[in-house]
């Protein structure tokens, strides 16, 4: 449709390509964590992250999975620095347990893109006994953001670079529940909606994004 085509000041559209858009960047020495990297959109960002230089890790629930996109970007670009570390969203200990091994590893972090998520499950709860797709798409990034973010603050210290923390949303944050974000009943089977619910999950990313911006422009954690 024609609203697709239209081009913003970037003079790019909605048909622009990761590659197009990045063409002439140099991430040489820049470090990302891209989350759900094994597939779709992830896999696409972290192969053209890698292709531009930068030291891409990919958190990836399977990782064999994670292993064969590897060596598939390795394979189109051998200079690639890139690897997989396993994360579940879904579960707070994997959660925990990423994070504590990523910071633990002396890595430098400028880039976090939340990418990962579920789309329009039946009702399911977590490990940790919560609404699955609540679980995966915001409460998983929540946490991982919050447990790198130290990490990331000394990165722009020491590199004296601004770091980038990326929420991958969707329109579908519109299409929520007439509340919004249903607080006191998020693992209430009664009355839910699949698609409702993960426009309650995106709506939250948005949120999320929108107060830790605030908090960071005001110096605040």
Known sequence: MWWFERNDLSG???SSTAEQVTEGIDGSGLTAIVTGASSGIGFETAR???LRGVHVVMAVRNIAAGNEVQGTIIKENPCAKVNAMELDLSSIASVRKFATEFNSSGLPL???INNAGI???PFMLSKDKIELQFATNHIGHFLLTNLLLETMRRTALECKRE?????VSSRRHKF???????FDKINDQSGYNCLSAYGQSKLANVLHMNELARRLKKGQS
């Open 110 to 112: 400028n880039i976090l």
């Open 176 to 182: 929520s529940y007439k509340e919004g974000i249903r």
């Open 48 to 50: 053209v992250l890698a």
């Open 163 to 167: 770091g980038r923390i990326l929420n």
């Open 119 to 121: 789309m329009a499950t």
């Open 12 to 14: 790019f559209s909605a």
